[in-house]
């Protein structure tokens, strides 16, 4: 049973190109996060929705634009590709109070 | 500012030897406090975390780590490390439910037979 999935697991793309990473979880929490491991392997926070609510979006280009159909999903699209979104994203959900459980991962590679 | 610090960017122990990361939080309020891993190639894994009450708080794996309010420090322990828990591993700091992690950089654990 995955409580946090991914989906891809990894991604390699051209510059200039859109893609989107899907995130699902099955643990019925209502807080849902995006976070980006850079190459040195640090963790930052991008994004965070609750019950499909918007309530964290840290500063970010445009071109990355979180989606939340429903409190079980989080999507994260992202326009117009850059060599310096390479990266792991991680995505994230916690119940209340604040622990967070991760998925695997996407390692998105732009070249 | 909050802010976590991993002083110990890279440490090797060996084998059956004990181990000890550092972890300092600079935070306004009373911090939730907790240790991630993070093996190669997957992503993160809670080992444990403290919120309030015995400032000495068990995780899985055989990890443990003590919260002293008095040093801003939270520091992650293992009295015999093996081979398999070589790996990444982050301390990070939250206060309230619905808002995001900050985390320190990381330490990346290496266990020599």
């Known amino acids: 049973d995955t409580a946090v999935s991914q989906t891809p697991k990894y991604l390699v793309t051209q510059m200039g190109n859109d893609k989107s990473i899907k995130c699902e979880q099955n643990l019925g929490h209502d807080t849902m996060y995006w976070y980006k491991q850079d190459s040195k392997k640090f963790l930052k926070i991008m994004f965070s929705y609750n019950n499909k609510e918007l309530i964290i979006n840290e500063t970010v280009p445009n071109r990355f634009s979180p989606k939340s159909p429903d409190k079980a999903h989080l999507n994260l699209h992202i326009n117009s590709l850059e060599l310096g979104d390479s990266a792991v994203y991680f995505c994230?959900?916690?119940?209340?109070?604040?622990?967070?459980?991760f998925g695997p991962g996407t390692r998105l590679t732009v070249t | 500012a909050q802010s976590v610090t991993q002083p110990d960017i890279h440490i090797t122990v060996s084998e059956g030897a004990s181990l000890e990361l550092r972890c300092n939080y600079s935070?306004?309020?009373?911090?939730?406090l907790f240790w991630y891993v993070q093996s190669p190639g997957q992503g993160l894994q809670l080992l444990l975390k403290?919120?309030?009450?015995?400032?000495l708080v068990q995780g899985i794996k055989g990890f443990e780590a003590e919260f002293k309010r008095s040093q801003s420090s939270f520091n992650l322990r293992k009295p015999s490390v093996h081979w398999s828990d070589a790996a990444e591993y982050f301390c990070?700091?939250?206060?309230?439910?619905?808002?995001?992690?900050?985390f320190g950089k990381g330490t990346t654990l290496s266990v020599s037979s």
């Open positions: 994230a959900s916690s119940p209340s109070p604040i622990e967070q459980y």
């Open positions: 403290y919120f309030s009450g015995d400032t």
């Open positions: 935070y306004g309020a009373t911090p939730y």
């Open positions: 990070a700091v939250g206060n309230q439910a619905g808002t995001a992690l900050i």
